[in-house]
């Protein structure tokens, strides 16, 4: 049990769904993150949240959207994907944002694959 | 340009055989060096933290270290369950982003 939840765990969608995936943080931290991890590859860091504001979008496509609406909860919601993006997503939180060099803690991950 | 290297990409190790992996980086200012440890299928799970060249920290059987180029992760008499994929990963005191190498996939076989 690290501190943070995600949900789901597995999602399958269509190219045109809409879904969204949930990520939730106990440890009181103020910094939420999403990444991106593809087979064999570096995780990608996606979007940064500071208290509930977005400091960080690392040229992310629009078909990705992000929502923080508490420093304890964070979204992302995906539509009209394509088959690329399927991958293990990780949502993060630390302390602070890593500027201030805290270690980050992730969740299990959600698995997507876009048909 | 910013860069973490992780070698060997995989390592295939019997139990008992002890061994090091490498993560080499070239960063603008390194403010911190991390260690995460990810087993299929579940998120990386944090083992290290490392500052400054020449410190040391050890978890049972792992041993980190950090010299002005590289970390090394040493593993001492492996077990099957140490099996699993090790990810380097720096904070780089220019843009303040956490870069992740590709990682090191351990098998210890018994």
Redesign the interface.
Known sequence: E?G?T?TPRHLVMGMTNKKSLKCEQHLGHNAMYWYKQSA????E?MFVYSLEERV?NNSVPSRFSPECPNSSHLFLHLHTLQPEDSALY?C?SSQE???S?N???????S?LTVV | EDQVTQSPEALRLQEGESSSLNCSYTVSGLRGLFWYRQDPGKGPEFLFTLYSAGEEKEKERLKATLTKKESFLHITAPKPEDSATYLCAVLDGGGGKLIFGQGTELSVKP
Not at chain 1, 40 to 43: D, E, G, I, S
């Open positions: 690290t943070v995600q064999k590859k570096p995780l860091l960080e990780l993060a944002t890593a500027l060099g270690t980050i803690y992730f969740g299990e991950g698995w």
